[in-house]
Nanobody
Framework: VQLVQSGGGSVQAGGSLRLSCAASGLTDDDYAMSWFRQAPGKERETISCINMRNGGSIDYGGSMRGRFTISRDNAKNTLHLQMSSLKPEDTAMYYC????????????????????WGQGTQVTVSS
């Protein structure tokens, strides 16, 4: 299984960015994918999780709710994160991850259920 991330970069506060994560090597759609982020000196936090089979999703980050939207394109095995109204505190390394088979997003979400990770992409928001 390979996850390849794209998107990210630098943007001014209030701007938007779209992250993508292309998955290969997964044999069916009975799994979940999530976005995480980690800022310097902070613990990694969960952003959102989406079930690839039915598109049901859960948002975990209070500060990001309403500004970040997770989506998927099953035809292309691709996960997206649309980020808007970005703030300097959104500056972090962003990671996508795919779960093991037959996993559905839940609360709480355990990173241990996500064995496959993208390479990470930096998002920098300037004030």
């Amino acid at each position: 299984v390979q996850l390849v991330q794209s998107g990210g970069g630098s943007v001014q506060a209030g701007g938007s960015l779209r992250l993508s994560c292309a998955a290969s090597g997964l044999t069916d759609d009975d799994y979940a994918m999530s976005w995480f982020r980690q800022a310097p000196g902070k613990e990694r936090e969960t952003i959102s999780c989406i079930n690839m089979r039915n598109g049901g999703s859960i948002d975990y980050g209070g500060s990001m709710r309403g500004r970040f939207t997770i989506s998927r394109d099953n035809a292309k095995n691709t996960l997206h994160l649309q980020m808007s109204s970005l703030k300097p505190e959104d500056t972090a390394m962003y990671y996508c991850a795919a779960s093991s088979s037959r996993y559905w997003c839940g609360i709480p979400l355990d990173e241990a259920d996500f064995p496959y990770w993208g390479q990470g992409t930096q998002v920098t928001v300037s004030s």
